[in-house]
């Protein structure tokens, strides 16, 4: 079955501090792959997404993002991070094959201390 | 343009009762997505309609569950009779169908349903 697997629960950062969110991703075929963001109080926003061609995508915020198609991960970076990316993490994967259902992780908790 | 818009925002109702959920998609998105986050669960997929039609509706839980897109805009999901393990947030998405592989979904604000 398809599943997408993020590999942090929790993550507490001090400001400026590098991160790096797992995720890695069975499902047969081309694969659509996504990281959402939902601050405190807000709804789901796309940060970046990735389709075909350059696997280094980058989005809002300073955000970017590798799909590694040999390892089926799309790891979410971002070199110093803000208080404010305080929120948590959705990566997502839907496909044709699926009908574009999305399937998503867990979901990672991260918390930027001041 | 518009996003996707959800109503309620809440909505709290003993078990046993009855809630209609609102979702107005995108204009001129013809793929319309039902998902559901339970309290400290992933989001999961409940339903896919295209226009009017019910493409997908694996992931509905049981028979309590109604989702409807008369007409092909708007759609409403029922719980009838709703129990305490429907509590959670429900999204709404919508995306248009361009034929091609590529499918991004905006999401709306959710609704968070909490049963007593």
């Known amino acids: 079955a398809q599943s997408v697997s993020q590999h942090n629960h929790h993550v507490i950062l001090s400001e400026a501090a590098s991160l790096e969110l797992g995720c890695n991703y069975s499902?047969?075929?081309?694969?659509?792959l996504f990281w959402y963001v939902q601050y405190p109080g807000q709804h789901l926003q796309l940060l970046l997404k990735y389709f075909s061609g350059d696997p280094l995508v980058k989005g809002i915020k300073g955000f970017e993002a590798e799909f590694i198609k040999s390892k089926f991960s799309f790891n979410l970076r971002k070199p110093s991070v803000q208080w404010s990316d305080t929120a948590e993490y959705f990566c997502?994967?839907?496909?044709?094959?699926?009908?574009?259902?999305?399937?998503f992780g867990a979901g990672t908790r991260l918390f930027v201390k001041a | 343009e518009a996003g996707v818009t959800q109503f309620p925002s809440h909505s709290v109702i003993e078990k046993g009762q009855t809630v209609t959920l609102r979702c107005d998609p995108i204009?001129?998105?013809?793929?319309l997505y039902w998902y559901r986050r339970v309290m400290g669960k992933e989001i999961k997929f409940l339903l896919h309609?295209?226009?009017?039609?019910?493409?997908?509706e694996s992931g509905m839980p049981n028979n309590r569950f109604l989702a409807e897109r008369t007409g092909g805009t708007y759609s409403t999901l029922k719980v009838q009779p709703a129990e305490l393990e429907d509590s959670g947030v429900y999204f709404c998405?919508?995306?248009?169908?361009?034929?091609?592989?590529?499918?991004?979904?905006?999401f709306g604000p959710g609704t968070r349903l909490t049963v007593l």
């Open positions: 997502a994967v839907n496909a044709v094959t699926g009908g574009f259902k999305t399937i």
């Open positions: 998405a919508s995306s248009q169908d361009g034929g091609s592989s590529y499918n991004e979904q905006f």
């Open positions: 204009s001129g998105h013809d793929n």
């Open positions: 309609f295209v226009k009017e039609s019910k493409q997908d």
């Open positions: 499902y047969g075929g081309t694969v659509n």
